[in-house]
């Protein structure tokens, strides 16, 4: 993306009232794939283990030497793997990025009469940040391609592979999913016959983690999304409300330590009191990670308190129209948002959005004449 194409976002006071949502209500496409909860269900399973629930086999019990020969393997592992890396020699020049998209375009059925190209050549490049991180938000009208691009990224079908263009992470092309991702969807996919806790230890389980091991850890990250152990943990997800079961999917994912996490829409079903308190969850979890985030919203002040930077997309086929940088958060989401710099923000995005849409829909009056 060149440098003229970023623009960071900055602005004096103007009281802002309902500067919420920018959604531009595109028309849905017939051909683009529709959710689907079970297929959601099922990656989600492919990120934790690189398996589908099918694919596992049923836990056996640990035994006290099982427990100490597994510790003692890991203890091995871990000291073999320490003295390698001392006696090589650390590699010169940056890191290679997180995610890189190089003029990606992806188009359903294409070559039949009925194709759709959902985004066309899509190009950036995130940087890895070292202890750090950084917090990309997608922002763009209804079927604009934005969670196209975060499977393109997961390695999940039907969006990839990408029609046209590379897509990487970590310098290597995306082949599958992989552990290093981890994925939150909108739709709510946890396991109904398993508990929280169980639900929050399956990837363990796919690991091989030992029952005591992986308890301990669960029980921690039940704590540490704002369930509590003694009350939530043995529930059911029916028994759960959406804030509750989303917190249970994020320490599902965050549990395994992925360096990248993608979000599609975690909280747009959620009431703006519970949206506000999962932001401020999201933050606190996302710099103790130490990791990449990609979220998809269409509320453009939750981009602009969440994110480092905003990719704006145009409406189908999606493109990166423009990268806008944002401060990131400093504060809890409901002070912040009061701000009335913040407020110019978020209206100064807006009107970004607006003209974009304004002028593509003029190119298109213009190539229809």
């Known amino acids: 993306m060149s440098d003229e194409e970023k623009t960071p976002v900055t602005g004096g006071a103007r009281e802002a009232t309902g500067a919420g949502e920018a959604d531009a209500g595109a028309s849905k496409k017939p051909d683009a794939p529709k959710p689907d909860p079970a297929a959601a269900a099922a990656a989600l399973a492919a990120f934790e283990s690189s398996l589908t629930p099918g694919d596992l086999a049923p836990a056996a019990e640990p035994t006290p030497k099982k427990d100490q020969k597994d510790r003692k393997d890991r203890k091995e592992q871990k000291e073999q793997k320490d003295a390698k890396e001392q006696k090589e020699p650390t590699p010169a020049g940056p890191p290679p990025p997180v995610v890189c998209f190089d003029h990606v375009t992806k188009t359903y059925n294409a070559g039949k009469p009925h194709a759709f190209t959902a985004i066309k050549d899509v190009h950036f490049t995130v940087k890895d940040l070292p202890h750090k991180g950084e917090f990309i938000c ?106 509750m079961q989303q917190r ?29 308190q999962m932001q401020d969850l999201l933050v606190n979890l996302w710099r103790d990670q130490e990791c990449t985030v990609f979220f ?62 304004r002028e593509q829909e003029e190119a298109r009056r213009k190539a229809k004449a």
């Open 138 to 243: 997608l922002l763009g009208p209804s079927g604009c391609g934005k969670s196209t691009i975060l499977r393109l990224i997961a390695g999940l079908e039907p969006q990839h592979p990408p029609t046209e263009g590379r897509v990487e992470v970590f310098g290597k092309s995306v082949e599958q999913p992989g552990a290093d991702r981890g994925m939150v969807f909108q739709s709510y996919t946890s396991f109904d016959n398993r508990t929280v806790l169980r639900n929050v230890a399956f990837g363990l389980e796919c690991k091989g983690v030992s029952r005591k091991e992986r308890e301990e850890l669960v029980r921690d990250w039940i704590d540490r999304v704002g369930l509590s152990v003694d009350h939530d943990a043995q529930k059911y997800p029916h028994q759960l409300s959406g804030g």
């Open 248 to 276: 249970v999917a994020i320490a599902r994912t965050l549990i395994l330590h992925p360096q990248i996490i993608l979000m599609d829409e975690p909280f747009g079903a959620l009431d703006p009191v519970t949206r506000i």
């Open 296 to 357: 998809v919203t269409h509320s453009i002040a939750e981009a602009v308190y969440l994110g480092d930077r905003c990719y704006l997309l145009s409406g189908s086929p999606g493109t990166i129209l423009r990268e806008l940088e944002v401060p990131p958060p400093d504060r809890p989401a409901m002070e912040m948002q009061k701000d009335l710099k913040f407020q110019q923000m978020v209206y100064e995005l807006s009107d970004v959005i607006h003209r974009m849409e």
